[in-house]
């Protein structure tokens, strides 16, 4: 997610969004839906998040 995406979440659920955090990982939106390196991308910026 980039920091357009993160606003635009934020717009739209602002609501659903109250006293919650949106991180956003500075992954650009350059990948295919299940791309294995997008999800490698994935699973090290998460990790300190799931911990």
């Known amino acids: 997610m980039e920091s ?3 606003q635009q979440i934020k ?3 602002s609501k ?3 006293h919650k955090h949106v ?3 500075d992954i650009p ?3 295919h839906y299940m ?3 997008l ?3 994935l699973q090290l910026a998460m990790q300190p998040y799931l911990e």
């Open 4 to 6: 357009r995406h993160k």
């Open 11 to 13: 717009e739209q659920f």
């Open 16 to 18: 659903q969004l109250m």
């Open 23 to 25: 991180f956003v990982l």
């Open 29 to 31: 939106d350059d990948y």
């Open 35 to 37: 791309d294995p390196e």
């Open 39 to 41: 999800i490698e991308l």
